[in-house]
T-cell receptor, first 113, second 112 residues
């Protein structure tokens, strides 16, 4: 099925460990995004990639890095996880220029202990 | 900086009643989106509103956009339990980067 695929779905990390969240879309969208969702905060943009080869910081980029590997894939890396990074992470892609919104992945629930 | 405010943040209503969720935003934008999220699930697109005066309806939900007032509403008619979810509005930031800024969400609970 067409859409946005995120892996893993669940992860528990110890403080200081690193990990990469993977995201891939098969809709030929140019733009891809990483959001985090925390209770009572809505979704906040971490990083985005407006097109292949470009990445930019969003509202809450500290502690994260991203890579736009190709048009399909956009990964999010936590170099040294902290408890404050416990959250649900959503990847999304969009064809905004066609008047549509985002398509979201199923999310990654990350706990840092 | 674009700010998006939803109210109420929590809404408990009885089946069969009507209610409206409001979404205000702080800077000019002509694209507004409504999403639904069930507990533990991802976000599902409900409506895309692309111009002033746009109105979209799907079942018991109707969304409208007034770009001059920077206001969108999501009206619920004769609520049913299946509508219980969190509803988010989101607004395009403008420029060429097409970033969506989300409101904090409205947790809707429909009681029998």
């Amino acid at each position: 099925n067409a859409g946005v695929t995120q892996t893993p779905k669940f992860q528990v990390l110890k403080t200081g460990q690193s990990m990469t969240l993977q995201c891939a879309q098969d809709m030929n969208h140019n733009s891809m995004y990483w959001y985090r969702q925390d209770p009572g905060m809505g979704l906040r943009l971490i990083y985005y990639s407006a097109s292949e080869g470009t990445t930019d910081k969003g509202e809450v980029p500290n502690g994260y890095n991203v890579s736009r590997l190709n048009k399909r894939e956009f990964s999010l890396r936590l170099e040294s996880a902290a408890p404050s990074q416990t959250s649900v992470y959503f990847c999304a892609s969009s064809a905004i220029t066609e008047g549509y919104g985002y398509t979201f992945g199923s999310g990654t629930r990350l706990t840092v202990v | 900086e674009l700010k998006v405010e939803q109210n109420p943040l929590f809404l408990s209503m009885q089946e069969g009643k009507n209610y409206t969720i409001y979404c205000n935003y702080s800077t000019t934008s002509d694209r507004l989106y409504w999403y639904r999220q069930d507990p533990g699930k991802s976000l599902e697109s409900l409506f895309v509103l692309l111009s002033n005066g746009a109105v979209k309806q799907e079942g018991r939900l109707m969304a409208s956009l007034d770009t001059k007032a920077r206001l969108s509403t999501l009206h619920i008619t004769a609520a049913v339990h299946d509508l219980s979810a969190t509803y988010f509005c989101a607004v395009i930031s403008g420029g060429s980067n097409y970033k969506l800024t989300f409101g904090k969400g409205t947790l809707l609970t429909v009681n029998p």
